[in-house]
């Protein structure tokens, strides 16, 4: 749908991740001028992949990246852009020296426990192992507990956790782990989603596509600083929100990751993500890239050990830290972000939220909607 001619604007954004991609694509469709800066010398954001020349294998530099989602139309949009290849998420993680099957399921209780329980018996189980005197989770640990009771946490969750974010499972919110984090069954797809996939020639290449439009341009390796924004009709920002202010309240608290990237010969953990859940080995996780694509051949193999560590001031922010006690710096950004009338802040860094890319973009659609709406009335 095209807005009037008489009411075409200059809109500016700060990122030419998904957020603003999606965002802009809605936009300049409708008739107005969109003007993306990106930081870095690419678009894509964090989900950027990159055909490494040597192995030619697609790397996924910031980091794994599958899609997954229930919701049809972001899945709908995605294939616009980009054929989509079936694609499976299955996980493994060591742990005490043993290779087990993640998410936790009835291959992971067997083997874990040495048992050949059938789903009714292993129910009970690990029912006998929960600790029922929670009644309402407060916590990680108090979730971890509460529902699969303390060897598997021991085994699978806190040690990773402590690693992962550097806080006590017993200080994070038991939102982190969301849902029962176990399976009575042999299902070992890591994501229980009606859509799946990997993009055949990666997410770069899909958000090129998005951004490919007359009336979109696109400066790389260009930052827009916040003292640019009166010159746009109004700008998105996926940026991270204290920086709009100029920390002026302090610094929101993120995890940083390090990729310690190694190559090797033919096929070296056989599968795309292995997790280490002991603290006696430092990273989280190894990821071998060329098993994201299960289409493609590669004699040679690129792999990233990756480590998590608190984000320094010139880091790159990638998960954002809630706690249980104290978001009040947040408030208060967001008390400043809703009183700033030419700017709407996107994305998991501009609302300093984790948002998965299904996530993201249902969020960037809501929010390029509810602008339109807002300015047509
Ligand atoms: C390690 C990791 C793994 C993930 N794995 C998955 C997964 O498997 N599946 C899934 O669905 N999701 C996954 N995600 C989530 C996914 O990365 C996000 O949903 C997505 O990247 C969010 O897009 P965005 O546009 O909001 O932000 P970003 O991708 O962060 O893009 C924002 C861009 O804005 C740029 N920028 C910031 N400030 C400025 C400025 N002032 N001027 C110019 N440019 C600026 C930045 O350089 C950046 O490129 C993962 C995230 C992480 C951290």
Redesign the pocket.
Known sequence: MSDTPSAVRHYGF???????AVIARELAEAGHRCTL????PHVA???HTERDADSGVMVHI???????TDDDEVWALVNRYMRFMPYVNRVKAVTGGRVFSLPINLLTINQFFGQTLNPTQARAFIEAQADTSITDPQTFEEQALRFIGRPLYEAFFRQYTLKQWEVDPKDLPASILKRLPVRFNYDDNYFAHKHQGMPEEGYTAMVERMLDHPNITVHLG????TSQVGQYDHVFW???LD?YFGHREGRLPYRT?DFERFDAEGDVQGCAVLNYCDDSVPFTRITEHKHFAPWETHARSVCYREFSRRCGEDDIP??PVHLTQGDDVLKRYQALAAAEAGVTF????GTYRY??????IRAALDAVRAFRAARGA
């Open positions: 700060a990122g030419a991740g998904l957020s603003c800066f990106e930081a870095r954001g964090n989900c910031y980091g794994p990246h599958i899609f997954h260009q930052r827009l600083e996926s940026g991270p920086a990751l990638y998960y996107v994305g998991r860094l948002m998965d890319m299904d996530v993201t």
